[in-house]
């Protein structure tokens, strides 16, 4: 009785001893797994259909002064009459308002447009006389001289006018079927132009369709 007793205790510890076959040591210049402690506790990304394909936060519409150095920057002059607007465009007078705002509203697009045609007009305008590319902004990817007829640029030319602007105005260039509905609107454009006599709006109506676009007001 008393030796099976004693084998009976032997067993259990062998059994007690056995241990989970453990991985090989990892080879040299390997990595050994590291366990993710937060791996339960992190809340998954949205699912960006749900989110109009954005994930992350909302974009935020630039400040006055953000407006009005990149007018400045992608048009090639300012907004003149921007600083007699600026408190109806969100910034803060500091008597009643100390905070800047830059929620977007009905206010703000209806004077960025009539800013847009006033500087995108007046740079146009002038652009047809300049012979030198490296002087034009909006019309800088077109031949040495004079602008000429719109009508007659090739496709290839168009594409890389708008992939020019799209770049300057939104900090990325225009592609895919979105490019192709742009030539689209800027061949209908050179064509009115051309017929009222007035070849620097096709360029104007570009600029002006850039400016408004949200690309340029949200980052």
């Known amino acids: 009785m008393r030796r099976l007793l004693i084998f009976a205790l032997v067993a259990l510890g062998a059994a007690g001893c056995e241990k ?6 990892p080879e040299e210049g390997q990595m050994l797994p590291v366990t993710n402690p937060h791996a339960e506790s992190v ?9 109009d394909g ?13 407006l009005a150095r990149s007018i400045e920057v992608a048009v090639g002059r300012p907004w003149a009459g921007l600083e007699g607007l600026a408190t109806s465009l969100g910034r803060p007078d500091y008597a009643l308002i100390n905070q800047e705002s830059t929620e977007p509203n009905l ?16 740079q146009a305008a002038a652009e047809v006389k300049l012979t030198d ?7 800088r990817t077109l031949p040495t001289g004079a602008v000429a007829d719109l009508r007659k640029l090739s496709d290839t030319q168009v594409r890389d006018l708008l992939g020019y602007l799209s770049t300057r105005f939104w900090g990325a260039p225009l592609q895919g079927e979105e490019l192709t ?3 689209g609107f800027f061949t209908q454009a ?7 006599q007035k070849r620097d709006q096709a360029l104007a109506a570009v600029c002006i369709a850039l400016m408004t676009d949200s690309r340029f007001l949200t980052y």
């Open 20 to 25: 989970t076959p453990s991985t090989p040591p």
């Open 43 to 51: 809340t998954p990304l949205p699912d960006p259909e749900l989110q």
């Open 54 to 66: 954005r994930v992350g936060r909302s974009p935020r519409r630039v400040t006055v002064n953000q």
């Open 107 to 122: 206010v703000f697009a209806k004077f960025l447009e009539d800013g847009a045609r006033e500087v995108c007009m007046t």
């Open 133 to 139: 590319p490296a002087q034009r902004v909006l019309s």
């Open 181 to 183: 509905r742009w030539v």
């Open 190 to 196: 050179a064509t009115r132009a051309e017929t009222i």
